[in-house]
T-cell receptor, first 114, second 113 residues
Framework: GAGVSQSPSNKVTEKGKDVELRCDPI?????LYWYRQRLGQGLEFLIY????????KSGLPSDRFSAERTGESVSTLTIQRTQQEDSAVYLC????????????FGSGTRLTVV | KQEVTQIPAALSVPEGENLVLNCSFT??????LQWFRQDPGKGLTSLLL?????REQTSGRLNASLDKSSGRSTLYIAASQPGDSATYLC????????????FGRGTSLIVHP
């Protein structure tokens, strides 16, 4: 596609429920990143995928968070047993693997846990 | 570990002023530096990308410079407009093997009429 697409744009869920967020990167972009941004805060790195290599999961805050990506296609970020502190905007970015390229971000998913 | 600092954290100016936003980084071994704009509740929009071999990039009223040896970049906004109000972030792509960018906390800009 022309840009990075994220869905849903907004999600309200009850505490304790599981949620799944989707990111569709730019076609051909082998690198994909997930970030979390709490209200008024900076970007918090969550996970990085590069092609078929093992993902870098070093930013995932707890085992309630997981993400998948098959090859160079869509990625899903799953949060199990959501807590109120999970409320944030979840941003996805993609990039070509070459170091000469920058990053393109999606519009984000605003998650509210009530 | 790369650290990126943006100064000032917040800025409020009248329309028409020329502005300078600052971004500093601790490790000069970088591939590139990218400036983004973020409107409230929205994603990040790329403004300018400067490669490590470049000194500056320009797009319209925006000019970004890079001094890799001193670990600094500036974003210059000419003749500011209320529509420029947003948070501006810089991100550094290190050359140490990881492709994970390091972001600053951003400068929140308000341009009032």
């Amino acid at each position: 596609g022309a840009g990075v697409s994220q869905s849903p744009s907004n999600k309200v869920t009850e505490k304790g429920k599981d949620v799944e967020l989707r990111c569709d990167p730019i076609s051909g972009h082998t690198a994909l990143y997930w970030y979390r941004q709490r209200l008024g805060q900076g970007l918090e790195f969550l996970i990085y995928f590069q092609g078929n290599s093992a993902p870098d999961k070093s930013g995932l805050p707890s085992d309630r968070f997981s993400a998948e990506r098959t090859g160079e296609s869509v990625s899903t970020l799953t949060i199990q047993r959501t807590q109120q502190e999970d409320s944030a905007v979840y941003l996805c970015a993609s990039s070509l693997a070459s170091q000469n390229y920058g990053y393109t971000f999606g519009s984000g998913t605003r998650l509210t846990v009530v | 570990k790369q650290e990126v600092t943006q100064i000032p954290a917040a800025l409020s100016v009248p329309e028409g002023e020329n502005l300078v936003l600052n971004c500093s980084f601790t490790d000069s071994a970088i591939y590139n530096l990218q400036w983004f704009r973020q409107d409230p509740g929205k994603g990040l929009t790329s403004l300018l990308l400067i490669q490590s071999s470049q000194r500056e990039q320009t797009s319209g009223r925006l000019n970004a410079s890079l001094d890799k040896s001193s670990g600094r970049s500036t974003l210059y906004i000419a003749a500011s407009q209320p529509g420029d109000s947003a948070t501006y972030l810089c991100a550094v792509r290190a050359s140490g093997g990881s492709y994970i960018p390091t972001f600053g906390r951003g400068t929140s800009l308000i341009v009032h009429p």
